[in-house]
Each structure stands twice: as structure tokens, then as C-alpha cells.
């Protein structure tokens, strides 16, 4: 049975579509006070659940929302409950950068054992070890396949250099590079600011960019500044042409006009998060991630494989 809660409904109907299922008639409303209220209108005993929901704005509120649906549907004893969450919530806080500060991504994990999950599904962890966080298993799934299929057909690859924003990139930015047939790498040196959230002060580029065309590949695009500012670094050093792949648009703030304003030629995102009209613009192409979210779910229903999906890299 497939359940989807209110932040992404578009997504989880076009899950269902692809596997051509019915989603569970839900009710679902807050109250006065803002609490969240949720009763699912089968019964829902003995099934394998699947909940979907995209942790996207009011964040805080949608995850509420998707822990209250794993605990109703663990009292209507549903034999197995998987959640679903294309963009995983907090995944960016998984570690104590200095002392006195939470590792929040833990803390989701550990809510939604509490709640009754049995398996959880994501897209593009900020980090792998995040999977290590839920005590029991993770299907953790990439974009990448999508989003290097868009740039093949468009680019010619003899010209690309694949780029990694920073450091933590670099495993995912290797994997670019296999999957386009071996293009070189570069890495953007980036050194933020501890005091302000979202703001980095220094750029360096290592590798060769000059007169290429540069694919910068991150996990999700903010605010917008730091990808904003690695594309002017790259054109500093010669590149030709520089495009944006990320996985999750979750685009705050000013991230809209900076994208639209910057010599980026495309960006290109999946739909894991809603991105709204007033969101869009002439630069952005939004992939559908609901095939293989879909393919995912099939093969944990089916007892199947999902790392197969990913030629084994998990």
C-alpha cells in the first residue's frame, strides 16, 4: 500500500503511476493550534506501507506529518513500514562541526525508529554515513544515471570537466567522471564562514577548466551563493561554458535571481522537492525522479535488489 502525506503530492502520484497502484485514501488536516492530524481511510493491517513524503517547506511541519503516518499505520498493524523520503530533512547537520551542536540527522533517524519505520528510502544523502544513523535498512538511491543522461545527450564529452563544489564531492564528482567516459576532474577549494550559515569566503580551483565546459555536481542547490561563486571562479580560470546538476532544488532565499542572474547556461534539477512556478525559470530543467523512486520500491516489495539498480555502489 502506498501512502503519501501533503508536502510533494505530485511526486507520490506520479510514483503510483509508475507502478500502477492506487495511493491510500487519506485524511489528513492540521488544527487551530497547528497539530497535525492524520487517519488513513482503509484498513491498512497485515500491508507492506510505503510512505512518501518529500521534506520540503514548512520542513519541520511535512516531517511531523510523515512521523504521525508511520505511527498510525504501526497501530492499524501494517506488517512492514517503509519511509520515503526523496530529500531526507536535516541530512546536512550529520556531524559536530564545534563543540555544543546537535548531529540532527541522527536525531531524524532515531524519530522515525521510534515512530515504528522498518526501512527507510532516500535520495542522494548529503553523506552515505547517514545510513549507518537508522538501525535497520536503507536504500539509498542516485540521480546520477538521470542527470548524466540529460548532459550526454547535449554536450559533447571530449569537452567536459566535471567539477566538485568542495572536498565532499569529490567521491560523487569520481563517479561523474566514470559515468561520462572518463572526463577530467576538477575540485573547487571553498572555505566557509563558521558564524553564518550559507556563506563561503574563499574560492580556489584545482584542475584544468580553461576553454572547457564545466559540469558542476552537487547534492542541492540552497541559496544558490556557493554555486553561484564556484561558476565565477571557474570562468575566472578560462572555463568555456559552465552548466549546474543537483539532485535537490531546494532554492531559499535569493537563490532564484542569483541562478537567473549568473552566466550559469542550465541548471538542471529532480522534482525529490516541489519546485513552484514562481521557482522557475528559463535556465532550469526538472527531471522526474518518480521512475526510479517507483523501480526502488518495486524491488523492496519484491524482495529484490535495489543496489543493482546502481551497478552495486550503495
Request: aromatic share 6%; glycine share 6%; hydrophobic share 45%.
Amino acid at each position: 500500500m502506498l501512502f503519501t502525506g501533503r508536502a510533494h503530492p505530485d511526486l507520490a502520484k506520479e510514483v503510483a503511476d509508475n507502478l500502477h497502484v492506487d495511493l491510500t485514501p487519506t485524511s489528513a488536516y492540521d488544527f487551530a493550534n497547528g497539530e497535525t492530524f492524520v487517519r488513513f481511510l482503509e484498513s491498512v493491517r497485515g500491508s507492506d506501507a510505503f510512505v512518501i513524503q518529500s521534506h520540503t517547506a514548512p520542513i519541520n511541519q511535512w516531517i511531523m506529518e510523515q512521523l504521525i503516518m508511520v505511527d498510525a499505520l504501526k497501530r492499524a498493524s501494517a506488517k512492514r513500514i517503509t519511509v520515503v523520503a526523496p530529500f531526507f530533512g536535516y541530512a546536512r547537520q550529520d556531524k559536530k562541526h564545534r563543540g555544543r551542536e546537535p548531529i540532527s540527522a541522527r536525531l531524524m533517524a532515531d524519530l522515525f525508529k521510534t515512530a515504528g519505520a522498518d526501512r527507510l528510502i532516500a535520495v542522494d544523502l548529503h553523506t552515505a554515513q547517514i545510513q549507518g544513523f537508522f538501525d535497520g535498512p536503507v536504500d539509498h538511491l542516485f540521480a546520477l544515471d538521470l542527470l548524466a543522461h540529460h548532459f550526454e545527450s547535449r554536450l559533447d564529452t571530449s569537452r567536459v570537466t566535471v567539477v566538485a563544489p568542495d572536498a565532499g564531492r569529490v567521491r560523487v564528482t569520481e563517479r561523474w567522471s566514470d559515468r561520462l567516459g572518463g572526463v577530467p576532474m576538477a575540485i573547487i577549494h571553498k572555505k566557509r564562514d563558521p558564524d553564518v550559515a550559507n556563506e563561503v569566503k574563499v574560492f580556489d580551483v584545482v584542475g584544468e577548466v580553461k576553454g572547457r565546459t564545466c559540469v558542476v555536481v552537487d547534492d542541492m542547490i540552497d541559496t544558490g551563493g556557493t554555486i553561484v561563486k564556484a561558476a565565477d571562479a571557474l570562468f575566472e580560470q578560462g572555463a568555456d561554458k559552465v552548466v549546474v546538476a543537483a539532485t535537490h532544488g531546494v532554492l531559499s532565499g535569493p537563490a532564484v535571481d542569483r541562478l537567473k542572474n549568473s552566466r550559469i547556461s542550465e541548471v538542471v534539477l529532480t522534482n525529490t522537492l516541489p519546485i513552484p512556478e514562481d521557482k522557475q525559470f528559463d535556465k532550469l530543467t526538472v527531471l522526474s525522479i518518480a521512475p526510479l523512486v517507483a523501480r526502488a520500491i518495486n524491488e523492496v516489495f519484491s524482495d529484490g535488489s535495489v543496489t543493482s539498480l546502481f551497478g552495486g555502489h550503495s
